[in-house]
């Protein structure tokens, strides 16, 4: 029996549906036989030999998806992986819809990036022993290769040298498209997922990500690939049909970002920050402006040096987890520094710590770190006369609603209902740019001061259309030196914010689902919950229940397959006081649960004691929540709850 055969057969042990089965073995048949393939074929023959069909099926059964402005997963062999095939895929779709978008352009130009990533195949998926193409594959490998493609299909490139010991961050990524006045860019990055993971993140001429219908248009596109058009990097090169991105980008990117300042800079005070990049790019955009602005700047030493391996790390290189900060935590300890700044491996989201009233070391998770910056940039510019006379603040549905009463308390307008996803932010700018308006908000760019989500991510800037960790360190380091100059601290900020526009718990829960069968598990638990949602969760009555793919919802008509993916995202209000909501990740193999529980605002004369316990027994009530409704939930699809 031949190794095709053989592979066929193994996966009729596997449980998953028979056509998934099918399309493996087509696509299976293609890497087995097709000339492109030829390199991947020592590896291919080694997992049929050695039987490991589970494995097999899901690198085959489907093309890597692509889903919210790219593909994103695991580095490894076959189309369910990225690998220089599903990305030279994706830039050759990327290719005709730049055409499509733009039929009188004359010369297209995109703008490339890339991270520190290097696969090694931490996982130990493949033979060592054996030729592996995908193994060292590098970011910058994978954003040379996708330069070959886009000169061979007459768009030019703009990169970094390959000698360049410079990374471009994503927020300034966002910015370059925008100040060279391309008509999209690439960036070929997994944020802070795992290290053997890498992807490529589309952006449009604005320096965002096409939101529906247009991602949907480049999707498709995408699907119809059927011949890649490629040169080699090194004669892309020879042909003179790229260029070499220079420092000046990245000079403005740096002065932007330094002219969110709102306080005077410091100066011979004693204020030190701890910063991490955690082995990512932040050092050349966060901590240059700190450094810039006068910040005396202590860094994490062990974990400066760019490496996509991640090897000084806790946990994640992901400054939404605690872990991650430890080694800045200690740094900070023996430095006695006021704040803890890290930021993500493509600098976009932003991580803090703050010294607590017993002198421990307490992270700010992203609710509070996105409230603490609006309350900040708001009152600063109401006190220098620099607000604007229509100030907008956006928000995620699912970033805390603090952010709702502290917009409205300074008379600013709020869009506080958008899906996830920075694209979404991003979008509203350009409505505002377009129309002067977007649903009921009206205005400029000019008008708009911050747009915040609970996943870390900031934008103060309407230059920049996307996340962005260098300017809201600034802030986030600026907000610090206000309060310790006033005799006070970052926490007794917060406390203050609780006191005055009501404490609010929000936590955030995963459910990992990974493979054909977690797919499988997650879409059949939205649906039941869809079909069914609970009437109570932990004894409160579900007052209202919202299925943002209704068509006859406040989202309207579904725009395509991308635009159903974001808005599988059911909402469950447990009167004014509760809210959970639950939404696949639309880049982790996951799904993510989000709870909400508020206080009112305190009354006057509440004392300490009695306000502490009502701040408890929210706690409390949004861990019986978190337990209940998970426990119901995942009960609907034979899984236990998660820890």
Request: aromatic residues 8%; contains cysteine.
């Given at each position: ?432 740019e377009q129309q002067g308006s977007y649903e009921d908000v009206s205005g400029t760019p000019e008008d708009f001061v911050l747009a915040t989500e609970e996943s870390h991510g900031a934008l103060l800037t309407p230059q920049i259309r996307d996340k962005d960790a260098a300017s ?172």
């Amino acid at each position: 029996m031949d190794l095709f055969r053989q592979a066929v057969e193994g996966f009729r042990t596997v449980e998953a549906d028979a056509a998934l089965k099918e399309q493996a073995a087509k696509y299976l048949k293609q890497w087995l036989t097709e000339p492109d393939f030829a390199a991947y074929r020592p590896q291919l023959h080694w997992l049929i030999e050695t039987k490991q069909w589970a494995g097999l099926l899901d690198r085959f059964y489907q093309i890597l998806p692509f889903g919210t402005g790219g593909r994103r997963g695991a580095v490894g062999i076959g189309p369910n992986r990225m690998n220089l095939w599903t990305l030279g895929a994706s830039v050759q779709g990327h290719c005709e819809y730049l055409r499509e978008r733009f039929p009188e352009a004359g010369t297209l130009r995109v703008v490339l990036a890339y991270d520190v990533r290097q696969f090694e195949d931490k996982r130990k998926q493949y033979n060592p022993g054996l030729p592996n193409p995908v193994l060292h594959l590098s970011s910058r490998a994978l954003a040379e290769h996708a330069a070959g493609v886009y000169v061979a299909n007459g768009v030019r490139p703009t990169i970094l040298p390959s000698e360049s010991k410079h990374f471009l961050a994503t927020p300034e990524l966002s910015y370059t498209i925008r100040l060279l006045g391309a008509h999209g860019g690439l960036n070929v990055s997994a944020s802070h997922n795992p290290p053997d993971d890498n992807g490529g993140k589309f952006y449009d001429e604005r320096g965002g990500q096409p939101v529906p219908p247009e991602d949907q248009l480049m999707a498709d596109l995408v699907d119809q690939v059927a011949v890649i058009k490629q040169i080699p990097y090194a004669e892309a090169l020879r042909s003179g049909k790229l260029t070499m991105l220079d420092e000046t980008p990245h000079r403005a990117y740096i002065d932007l970002c330094r002219k969110q300042s709102v306080v005077p800079p410091p100066k011979n005070e004693d204020f030190k920050v701890v910063f991490t990049p955690l082995h990512g790019v932040g050092s050349m955009t966060a901590m240059e402006v700190l450094v810039e602005q006068g910040f005396r700047v202590i860094p994490v030493a062990e974990q400066m040096t760019p490496d996509g391996q991640f090897p000084n790390v806790s946990k994640s290189p992901n400054p939404e987890v605690p872990e991650s900060m430890d080694r800045a935590a200690a740094t900070a300890r023996r430095h006695k520094a006021d704040l803890v700044l890290a930021t993500d491996p493509d600098a976009d989201r932003l991580g803090a710590m703050i010294p607590d009233r017993d002198g421990n070391w307490r992270f700010v998770t992203g609710n509070e770190i996105a409230a603490l910056l609006t309350h900040f940039k708001l009152s600063k510019l109401a006190q220098q006369g620099r607000l604007p006379h229509s100030p907008i603040v956006v928000r995620t549905e699912v970033t805390t609603g603090q952010i709702t009463l502290i917009a409205r308390h300074f008379k600013a307008q709020i869009v506080d209902n958008l899906l996830v996803g920075f694209k979404y932010i991003a979008e509203v700018l350009w409505q505002l740019e377009q129309q002067g308006s977007y649903e009921d908000v009206s205005g400029t760019p000019e008008d708009f001061v911050l747009a915040t989500e609970e996943s870390h991510g900031a934008l103060l800037t309407p230059q920049i259309r996307d996340k962005d960790a260098a300017s809201a360190a600034l802030l986030m380091a600026e907000l610090a030196l206000d309060q310790k100059r006033r005799g006070q601290t970052v926490l007794d900020y917060t406390d203050r914010l609780a006191r005055e526009f009501g404490y609010y718990r929000n936590e955030g829960i995963p459910v990992f689902m990974r493979g054909i069968q977690g797919k499988q598990q997650m879409a059949l638990l939205l649906d039941r919950l869809r079909a069914a949602p609970p009437q109570k969760v932990a004894g409160l009555a579900v007052s209202s229940f919202e299925d943002l793919r209704d068509e006859n919802g406040r989202l309207g008509p579904i725009k395509g397959s991308t635009d159903a993916a974001s808005r599988n995202f059911l909402i469950f209000r447990l009167g004014d006081r509760a809210k959970v909501v639950l939404r696949p990740s639309g880049t982790e193999p996951k799904a993510k649960t989000y709870i909400e529980v508020r206080t009112p605002p305190c009354v006057p004369g509440t004392t300490a004691a009695a306000w502490q316990r009502q701040c408890r027994e929210t706690d409390e009530l949004a861990s019986v929540i978190a337990k209940d409704f998970m426990r119901e939930s995942l009960a609907l699809i034979g899984l236990p709850p998660p820890e």
